[in-house]
Structures are given as C-alpha cells and as structure tokens.
C-alpha cells in the first residue's frame, strides 16, 4: 500500500475556548481519527501532531509546584506529551479504525549552529509579571518565555518508525514537531527549544519516501489575502506558483508559511501530493472537491 503521512494540528485538538479537560480532548481526537476511514483503506498511514496547547499547560502545572517538585526541561515536557497525544491517539486509531496502531517517542535531530539558538522566537508557557528567566519577550499580556525554533535536519529514529509501518501498524510519531536534540562528542543531548512540526512532518514524509502528506488544521483550504474581504481559498496550486507565492510574503510566519514552505520542501525531494485543509474537509479534498492541494 502507498503510504501517507497525516499531521493532526494542535488546533484540532483543544479548541479555543474550550478548557481543555481529558474528555473533551479525546472526543476531539475521535472526531478527526473517524474522518481518516477511507484515508485508512486506501494508505499506510503515519500520523503525527501539534502539542501547542498541551505542553503549555504543563509548564504552567510544573512551575505552579516549583517550590515542591523541579521543573522539568521543555525537551523532557515534550516527550510527556508524545506519550499523552500518542496514547489518545492510538485508542483512538484501535476503537474506531480498527487498525493496531503504535506510538514512537521521536527525537529529531538539530543543528547546535542552526541561527535560531542565537535569536530565539517562539513564545511558550504562562504570562509573567516580571522578567525571570534570561530569555523573554514582553507581549501586552505580560512577559513570555521564548525559545529557539530550530529546523529539523534528520528524524533520528527513523529506522524503528520504518519497520513498524512495514508491519502494518499505524504509526504516531513526531509529537509537537519531535524532541529536539543536538549532537555533542558524539552523544544526543536533548536543547530547549521547540521544532515547527510542520517542518518535522514533511521531512518524516521524505525520510519514509510517502507520496502524499496531509497537514489537517482548523480552516478548510488556504487563503489568498486571508483574514480580508476579499480572502479567496486556493483549490489547487502548482508547487512553482506555491514557491511565488512564499517568497511574496503572502502567508503568515508561524502558521500558514510552516506548512507552505514544508510542503515545497516535501515535493522537492520525491512527494507528489500536499493537501492542507480540515478533518471535516478532507474526504472531499481526497475527491478532488474540496481543501488545498499542492502538486
Ligand atoms: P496547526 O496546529 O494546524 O499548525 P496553525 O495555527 O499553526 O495550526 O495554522 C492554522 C492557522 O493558520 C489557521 O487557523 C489560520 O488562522 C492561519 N492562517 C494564516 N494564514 C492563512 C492563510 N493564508 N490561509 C489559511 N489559513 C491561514
Ligand atoms: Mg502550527
């Protein structure tokens, strides 16, 4: 079977205003995992996920309890919530597609030169009154922690996730971009920072050689002129034009522009079909009516 890689965004998950209690967020889970049914007839699948909102909520939980309990390291928070997802996930997978489906804690692999440790960017975890901790960004609600967002260079353990779809199992990988670890005299070391894991999905999806990567978010297609009157969502796209539209500024840093960009990288080393759009869209964009599709 031709495989797919499918990447479930943080988005999908806790919704907005929404509390984010167990039970909501597994029913979440269940609701895009049935959407996947024809998908999984037709494709191997390899799924990954965002973990935005959950790992922000642990640092919140461990730095509550700072005084009784160390705060762990973002890299370490980072594999708590591949177990967490993976876990939701893989019931989810098992009850309703009835396929045996695995969870891989995946670390990826960074460069310790890469300018993003120089210049960090993404904003993770609580709002503070004061700035405690060296690197911070003062926004209007108070002062944030930021940490690099370094690219991924390899999926390290490629190999485990490569034999287990051989196997047949539906394999989760990739949680919240994947951990990210730098090499050091020839040892891993886990670094605080957080990989885009629209980055991280498009090169598990060259590392396994798919043909199709999916990126399942909470808009239905992307947009031209997003967010305006005149916004108008993009049916299909020629990789080129994709490519024009990028180096144009037209999509947005740290949402639209990841997936963009991972697509182009992805169709650049052997993909041959992007679809970005919504679980409640994604049969239709597999028909040819519906989502984004990039060739
Ligand atoms: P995910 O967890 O799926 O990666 P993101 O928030 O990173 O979620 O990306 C999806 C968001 O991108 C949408 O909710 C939308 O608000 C935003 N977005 C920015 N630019 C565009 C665009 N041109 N077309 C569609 N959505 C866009
Ligand atoms: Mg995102």
């Not at 031209?224 to 539209?245: E, H, T, V």
């Not at 052997?270 to 679980?279: E, H, L, M, Y």
């Amino acid at each position: 079977m031709k495989l797919a890689v499918v990447a479930l965004g943080g988005n999908a998950l806790i919704h907005p205003k929404e509390r984010g209690t167990a039970e909501r967020q597994i029913k979440h889970v269940n609701e895009t995992i049935l959407r996947l049914k024809s998908l999984v007839k037709k494709f191997s699948l390899v799924l990954t996920n965002g973990n935005g909102p959950q790992i922000g909520n642990l640092l919140l939980q461990q730095e509550h309890y700072k005084q009784t309990i160390p705060v762990m390291p973002l890299d370490t928070l980072d594999a708590m919530t591949q177990g967490q997802l993976g876990y939701w996930i893989q019931q989810s997978v098992e009850n309703i597609l009835k396929k045996n489906a695995v969870t891989i804690i995946t670390r990826v692999l960074v460069d310790k030169k890469d300018p993003a440790f120089k210049t960090p960017t993404k904003p993770i975890g609580p709002y503070y009154k004061k700035k405690i901790f060296p690197k911070m960004i003062k926004e209007p609600e108070g002062w944030r922690r930021v940490v690099p967002s370094p690219k991924p260079v390899k999926i390290i353990d490629i190999e485990e996730i490569r034999s287990l779809v051989k196997r047949n199992f539906v394999v989760i990988a990739c949680g919240g971009g994947g951990i990210p670890v730098i090499k050091e005299k020839n040892k891993f070391v886990g670094v605080e920072a957080v990989i885009d894991k629209d980055y991280s999905t498009a090169k598990l999806a060259t590392q396994l050689k798919a043909k199709v990567l999916i990126f399942l978010t909470d808009v239905p297609h992307v947009y031209l002129n997003y967010g305006q009157k005149d916004q108008k969502p993009i049916l299909k796209l020629k990789k080129k034009d994709a490519r024009i539209l990028l180096d144009s500024g037209e999509f947005k840093e740290g949402s639209m522009k990841p997936k963009i960009e991972a697509s182009i990288n992805f169709l650049e080393k052997g993909g041959k079909r992007v679809i970005i759009t919504s679980p409640q869209e994604i049969n239709y964009a597999l028909a040819g009516r519906g989502g984004t599709v990039i060739e």
